[in-house]
């Protein structure tokens, strides 16, 4: 089987998101302000008051009440809708938790993101027969 594979020249935006910002609506905007077509989140570490996840397989989203430790934020980046973004939250006894960046998650004290652009490219997502879901085309 062959892999799809881009290579790019990268351009690395680093963000800072301020108490109560809701990181999934202040990512969205900096895209489209931006008007990126291919981004990709490389670094992320911060804190939230509240969060809200979509996990595997579930059609609906799930509100949690912190404080959280950031300890993953990764995902695609597309100001044409492109995008797929997962987080990973730990409480104050570091159970862990992951899922789908949905709105809601707000910051509590920061939370600083490294966002690479990869300029003169796009990222589409198409229908997947295998899998049933709109994928990323690469």
């Known amino acids: ?23 999934k609506l202040k990512l969205e905007e900096f895209v489209q302000e931006r008007k990126m077509e291919a981004a990709l989140i490389v670094s992320s570490v911060g804190s939230l008051t509240d969060a809200e996840l ?7 989203t799930t509100k949690l009440k912190g404080p ?13 809708g492109g995008s797929h973004v997962h ?20 910051v509590y004290t920061t939370i600083e993101i490294g966002i690479g652009e990869l300029k003169d490219k796009a990222f589409k997502r198409e229908h997947d027969p295998k899998s049933g879901y709109e994928e990323l085309k690469i």
């Open 68 to 80: 959280f430790e950031v300890v993953s934020l990764s995902g695609t980046l597309s100001a044409s």
């Open 54 to 60: 979509r996990y595997a397989a579930q059609g609906k």
């Open 87 to 106: 987080i990973s939250i730990s409480d104050g006894a570091g159970k862990t938790l992951g899922g789908h960046l949905m709105p809601g998650n707000k």
């Open 1 to 23: 089987m062959k892999i799809a594979a881009l290579t790019a020249t990268m351009i690395v935006h680093m963000i800072r998101l301020s108490p109560g910002d809701d990181v």
